[in-house]
C-alpha cells in the first residue's frame, strides 16, 4: 500500500476515535438524560427506614382531592391516605410513578384485549401504589389513615423525617360525571421531632395549589 494511502487511513482512524471519546465525554456529563444511561433502580435497604418505625410526637393534618376541570375539589369518604418515607428506594418508586407517571415501555398486556385499549396513566399510578404496598419489608413503615367525606385525614405519633403524602381516590363525590374521578392525590413534606403540621393540601397537582 503506498505511503499516501496508509497515512490516509491512519487519519480516519484517529478522526473515528476522536468523535467516539467526545460522544463518551458528552454522555458522562450531569444532566445529559439523552446519552447518559439510566440509572438502575436502588435496592431495599431497611436500614434506611428504621427511624421511621419507632412512634414520634409529630401531627398531620390536610385534605386530600382531585381537581375536576371546572377546578371543583373531588373528595371521597373513606378514601385511603398513606404517609410513606422518603429514602433512595422510595424516592425513585415516587419520581417515576407518582410525580412524573408514566407506563413503562416494557409493559405487556395481560390480554389479546388490554393490547387493543392500553393503560391510562391513572392506572399506571394506581398499580405503582399496590406494587409498593405488596413489598412486606416496606409495610410496617408505611402509615395509613381514611380521609372523611370532605376529605380531610390526620395522622399522630409520626417520627421526624420526610414522607410522601399519597391519596387514592376512586369515583370521588361530584354529582356530575366530570367530578367522578380517579386518580391519586400527593404531596411531599418534612416533618421536624415534635412538629404540628395542620391544613396540608394533597391534590393531583392540575391546580397551582402543589
Known amino acids: 500500500m503506498p505511503l499516501r494511502n496508509q497515512l ?7 478522526l473515528i476515535v476522536g468523535i467516539l471519546f467526545v460522544d463518551n465525554i458528552r454522555a458522562a456529563e450531569p444532566g445529559n438524560t439523552l446519552l447518559a444511561k439510566t440509572a438502575p433502580p436502588p435496592i431495599l435497604n431497611e436500614r434506611d427506614l428504621l427511624a421511621y418505625k419507632q412512634k414520634g410526637k409529630g401531627t398531620l393534618a390536610g385534605q386530600a382531592f382531585l381537581v375536576s376541570p371546572s377546578g371543583k375539589a373531588i373528595t371521597q369518604a373513606g378514601a ?3 404517609l ?13 410513578n407518582v410525580r412524573t407517571t408514566s ?34 419489608r416496606l409495610v410496617p413503615y408505611i402509615r395509613t389513615t381514611r380521609a372523611n367525606p370532605t376529605g380531610h385525614f390526620w395522622f399522630t405519633k409520626i417520627p421526624a423525617g420526610r414522607y410522601y403524602l399519597v391519596g387514592l381516590i376512586k369515583e370521588g363525590s361530584g354529582a356530575r360525571k366530570e367530578e367522578q374521578l380517579t386518580g391519586l392525590a400527593w404531596l411531599t413534606i418534612e416533618l421536624d421531632a415534635g412538629e404540628k403540621v395542620t391544613n396540608l393540601v394533597v391534590t393531583d397537582c392540575k391546580s397551582n395549589l402543589c
Open 103 to 136: 407506563c413503562s415501555e416494557t409493559d405487556t398486556p395481560a390480554s389479546p384485549e388490554a393490547a387493543v385499549a392500553p393503560r391510562v396513566q391513572t392506572n399506571c399510578s394506581q398499580e405503582a401504589l399496590t406494587r409498593l404496598q405488596a413489598e412486606k
Open 84 to 96: 410513606i418515607p422518603s429514602t433512595p428506594y422510595t424516592r425513585y418508586w415516587f419520581d417515576h
Open 80 to 82: 385511603p391516605v398513606h
Open 8 to 14: 490516509l487511513c491512519a487519519a480516519v482512524f484517529l
